[in-house]
């Protein structure tokens, strides 16, 4: 956990993206991806595969259970690094759809009550 105050963006990077990542390994090691395949689709070492499997890295998160389901959705529609790229960023939109920056911002900062500064146009 970071302390200070993060931009909407590191939020992003520093949890959400590894708990999407956790969330699809998951998901596509009981769809029966070997380990090795799971760590080339994301971009990650087989020792993060094997961590977010032991729940030693990104477990900080959790996703919401429309966000579990969308996972488990992309995570079948995954079969290369292009349709990760496109499956991982529709998964970032919805939660950012679900405002997942703003409960994850108050849970590990302080924000002023009714705060919208991450959605304001």
Known sequence: MVNRNLQPQEI?????????RKELA???KSAGKSQKDIAQLLGVTQAAVSQYMSAKRASLV?????LKIAVAVSAMNVSDEPSMLRETQKLLQLARDEKMIC???ADFGEVPNGCNVCFEK
Request: charged letters at 15%; hydrophobic letters at 55%.
């Open 26 to 28: 998951v998901c596509m």
């Open 103 to 105: 409960r994850l911002h």
């Open 12 to 20: 992003e990077v520093f949890y959400v993206l590894p708990a999407l």
């Open 62 to 66: 959790n996703l919401s259970a429309k």
